[in-house]
């Protein structure tokens, strides 16, 4: 039994409810990269990192199934490349 005192993990329990339901609404799309991203970090706060490594893999399983032509930085904070980059990054957290 793990002791949440301030009930810190309830606000990440949250928190990954409102990013999956995010993921879901832009699947397949450049900003669901971001829910998940966010997702893993909600779990890695929550020290449930088996979780956190399937959101980044999903994360990347996205990447890959995204047209090579899709506009990024229209829609999300990085391009293609960078997300790429940054998500290696995290995955070597």
Known sequence: LVVDPQGKNNKYEEA???YT???????GQPESLEAYVRTASCYRKMKRLDEAKTALDQ??????????????QK???YSREEWLA????????
């Open 59 to 72: 994360a990347m399983k996205l990447m890959n199934s995204i047209p090579k032509e899709a506009d990024f």
């Open 21 to 27: 339901s995010a993921a879901e609404n832009y699947r």
């Open 75 to 77: 829609t999300t904070r």
């Open 86 to 93: 940054y998500l290696d990054v995290l995955d070597k957290l």
């Open 16 to 18: 990954v409810k409102d």
